[in-house]
Every structure is written in C-alpha cells, then in structure tokens.
C-alpha cells in the first residue's frame, strides 16, 4: 500500500489519519485498497470526507448492506 509499516502499528479509530502520520498522497492508496478490499466504490467526493477509521467502517458498513 506505501504507508510506512510504523505508521499503522497503532493507529488511532479516531483521530484523523492524516494528523497520525499519513500524509495526502496515502489517502489515494487507502481508498483503492478499501475499493479492492471490499469490492465497492468510493468515489473522490466520499473520500474526501473520510477522515478517520471510524469513518471508513461507517463508510463500508454503509456500502455491505
């Protein structure tokens, strides 16, 4: 994915990804790899407001149902 292993040791559901380390060109790889992961779409508009992990569990959870 190219997001440094010691970043995602132990990430925090509810601060912001970027504020833990990753920066904006993460992101993109973290929307693809949820896309592929779960088989679902997420266009830019939705990953733009995806901030957290807890957002991208709502975000999933909402899209599997």
Do not use: C
Not at 8 to 35: H, Y
Not at 36 to 52: E, M
């Amino acid at each position: 994915m190219g997001v440094d292993a010691e970043i995602m040791k132990k990430p925090k559901n509810d601060v912001p990804l970027l504020a833990q380390g990753l920066d904006s060109i993460d992101m993109p790889a973290i929307a693809a790899a949820t896309e592929k992961k779960y088989q679902i779409d997420l266009s830019d508009a939705d990953a733009t407001i995806l901030k957290t992990i807890n957002d991208f569990v709502a975000f999933i959870n909402t899209r599997l149902k």
